[in-house]
């Protein structure tokens, strides 16, 4: 079967992107094994920050991240925080990227994240036993690194500067979201309250 990028194809950010909004399950059509054993780290946080900017212009929390199998780098997951546009309070783009892998073995994976995952995202990817997570921005958020390195995952931290300005970007246009995303709608009850 010939596919649209071969190891002759750039990989910018208009390949990336097209990576980013193609289901996962029809990415054997868009890419070949070459093209996709030359995808780098730097290539494949650009892809969750692309994922993270879907989100973003859907009107929900740009965070968005991807999974990737160490040895052949086929990427078997990705997803979107979508808390705002599926009104659920943890679709955040660790989840939803876990979820589109489905049933795996993932301590052969790395999960590519466009930001320091939060707790539960945090405490999710040790018990999935993810071998290592790739963390684009830790300029906006962090915390959690040394939590997954004390159970075992390997941390590494690639920060991409559009997704930390698409974070930031965010954060001030819509501090409310933020924090709802982050802590639950009774933090802003209990600021509110205040």
């Avoid at 390949?15 to 070949?32: C, E, F, K, N, Q």
């Avoid at 212009?57 to 990737?68: Q, S």
């Avoid at 073995?105 to 790395?110: A, I, L």
């Avoid at 300029?139 to 075992?152: H, I, M």
């Amino acid at each position: 079967m010939k596919t649209l990028f071969n190891k002759q194809t750039d990989k910018n950010d208009e390949a990336l992107r097209a990576i980013a909004h193609m289901p996962t399950r029809s990415l054997d059509v868009l890419m070949d094994q070459e093209f996709t054993l030359g995808l780098s780290d730097t290539d494949l946080m650009r892809v969750a920050v692309l994922l993270a900017e879907k989100s973003y212009n859907e009107g929900g929390c740009p965070i968005g991240a991807v999974i990737v199998d160490n040895s052949t780098r086929e990427i078997l997951g990705k997803g979107h925080n979508t808390l705002v546009q599926e009104s659920h309070p943890y679709n955040h783009g660790e989840t939803s990227a876990i979820r589109d892998a489905g049933r795996i073995d993932f301590s052969k994976t790395t999960l590519f994240t466009s930001l320091s995952p939060c707790d539960i995202c945090a405490t999710l990817i040790y018990m999935r036993g993810f071998s290592q997570v790739v963390i684009g921005d830790v300029t906006n958020a962090s915390g959690n690194e040394s939590l997954l390195e004390s159970r075992g995952v390997q941390v590494k931290v690639l920060e991409d500067s559009l997704g930390i300005k698409l974070y930031a970007r965010f954060r001030s246009e819509k501090p409310d979201q933020d924090l709802e995303d982050w802590q639950g709608v009774s933090a802003l009850k209990k600021r509110d309250d205040q």
